[in-house]
T-cell receptor
Framework: ETGVTQTPRHLVMGMTNKKSLKCEQH?????MYWYKQSAKKPLELMFV???????ENNSVPSRFSPECPNSSHLFLHLHTLQPEDSALYLC??????????????FGPGTRLTVL | AQSVAQPEDQVNVAEGNPLTVKCTYS??????LFWYVQYPNRGLQFLLK??????LVKGSYGFEAEFNKSQTSFHLKKPSALVSDSALYFC?????????????FGPGTRLSVLP
């Protein structure tokens, strides 16, 4: 939509499966984010990468494992998920630096259903 | 800690009437405030931001927001609502946590514009 793409757009998985979500940003940004959006709950920040280094991990269960191989790509590896992990997973990117107050650009999200 | 509140879960307005979506904030230091919109099955789209300067900020799609320091508010406004404005609106504030580039989002307000 705005230079941030996510695949797949929809994913259904069993609790014993292993899958990965992919995010790619085409904006030349140096920071990327994973958010979880559940019904009736505020957006939850999960992970932040800046210059490919993880700088934030908001007490996310270990069944979620992020990977940022370069500044344009971000993955979220999933394994042994629970039904309560079903949600919309949003990726975002931004340009960060001293004195910058830039907005984040979001991808369209991956709708995850855990059976 | 930084926080934002959106006191209304739902706002209904007739097409052609002015609309207001409310946001109040609580921050340490200077507030850096943002509005985003989310259409069904889509990611968040940036509308506008307040960093400093003029208290009336103009953004995308005819939206504007008024920063009021004494009332710690940053309400989103539009002079004449369109049915296509119906969506979920999020207010956000820049967090000053460890990294300082994270956002804290409000719970969202669902806007319905009735024809």
């Amino acid at each position: 939509e705005t230079g941030v793409t996510q695949t797949p757009r929809h994913l259904v998985m069993g609790m014993t499966n292993k899958k990965s979500l992919k995010c790619e940003q085409h904006l030349g940004h140096n920071a990327m984010y994973w958010y979880k959006q559940s019904a009736k709950k505020p957006l939850e920040l999960m992970f932040v990468y800046s210059l490919e280094e993880r700088v934030e991990n908001n007490s996310v269960p270990s069944r979620f494992s992020p990977e940022c191989p370069n500044s344009s790509h971000l993955f979220l590896h999933l394994h042994t998920l629970q039904p309560e992990d079903s949600a919309l997973y949003l990726c975002a990117s931004s340009q960060v630096g001293t004195g910058n107050y830039n907005e984040q650009f979001f991808g369209p999200g991956t709708r995850l259903t855990v059976l | 800690a930084q926080s934002v509140a959106q006191p209304e879960d739902q706002v209904n307005v007739a097409e052609g009437n002015p609309l207001t979506v409310k946001c109040t904030y609580s921050v340490s230091g200077n507030p850096y405030l943002f509005w985003y919109v989310q259409y069904p099955n889509r990611g968040l789209q940036f509308l506008l931001k307040y960093i400093t300067g003029d208290n009336l900020v103009k953004g995308s799609y005819g939206f504007e927001a008024e920063f009021n320091k004494s009332q710690t508010s940053f309400h989103l406004k539009k002079p004449s609502a369109l049915v296509s404005d119906s969506a979920l609106y999020f207010c956000a504030v820049r967090d000053i946590g460890n990294y300082g580039q994270n956002f804290v989002f409000g719970p969202g307000t669902r806007l319905s514009v009735l024809p």
